[in-house]
């Protein structure tokens, strides 16, 4: 029982923690719009009314699925082609070579130009959209895991020669388990890279979704709904992390 009492503890400390850190940023935030003029920075209790009005109309609901539907796709093409490309130039010095300016050009373009020249090339269409993002997000996942498979433990890989092993097994027992924590790093910090680019890339040029409904609300100077949509989607993605995404970086650590 006292086991069971020690292992609650360290998890309901960490939960009170960030209950006391989020009402300590709410109130902030409430003395700040207190003291500011309330069509430039409205109150908690303003914008909480604002989301429960959207979401009773379907509005925000279905803007927030249409983003999160981009940032899926758009994320899963980035970490799949970033996952290959970096173990590619992390194992073979000849692909490092060659494609690490391109990688490096891509990397630092910034994203509002990719996104603008996708759209230019592509058209005004969702799989522009799609590409735009997912070109965002590919070069820091090829980053990553090209650092993670370059630091493959060399006693492991003389283990694998020693044993004779295929190319399957080694893969499943030498790679992957290696390759694993800088997977979930990369993930963990691209999608937070990813949504604000998605939101980016439909402030410009999509129909729909939460990065359309914060230009249309700015256009109309309505701080409240600009707001109310920030904070809408980022509770949705900063719960994604905790409940999806942190406890796969926690059970990988542990494995390891």
Request: proline share 4%.
């Amino acid at each position: 029982m006292a086991e069971a009492r020690r292992r609650v503890r360290p998890g309901a400390a960490a939960f009170a923690a960030r209950l006391a850190s989020l009402a300590i940023l709410i109130g902030l935030w409430q003395l700040a719009a207190s003291l500011a003029d309330t069509r430039t920075l409205p109150g908690p209790l303003a914008v909480a009314a604002f989301i429960g009005r959207e979401i009773e109309s379907g509005g925000m609901l279905t803007n927030i699925g249409v983003t999160l539907t981009r940032v899926a796709v758009s994320f899963v093409i980035a970490m799949t082609l970033g996952v290959l490309l970096g173990v590619a130039l992390g194992r073979s010095r000849l692909a490092d070579r060659m494609l690490d300016t391109p990688l490096l050009v891509i990397l630092n373009t910034p994203a509002l130009v990719i996104t603008v020249l996708a759209y230019v090339w592509l058209g005004l269409t969702e799989t522009a959209a799609i590409v735009a993002v997912a070109l965002n997000k590919l070069p820091n996942v090829a980053v990553i895991m090209r650092e993670g498979a370059r630091s493959i433990d060399p006693g492991l890989e003389e283990m694998a020669r020693t044993y004779r092993m295929d190319r399957r097994t080694w893969a499943a027992h030498v790679l992957v388990p290696q390759l694993q924590p800088f997977a979930v790093a990369a993930a963990r910090s691209g999608i937070s890279l990813a949504w604000k680019i998605v939101l980016v890339v439909e402030l410009i040029g999509r129909p729909n979704g939460v990065g359309f409904a914060i230009n249309y609300y700015f256009q109309l100077f309505d701080v409240t709904a600009v707001i109310g949509y920030s904070v809408a989607f980022m509770s949705v993605m900063l719960a994604i992390d905790t409940l999806i995404l942190q406890p796969i970086d926690a059970h990988v650590r542990r494995w390891r």
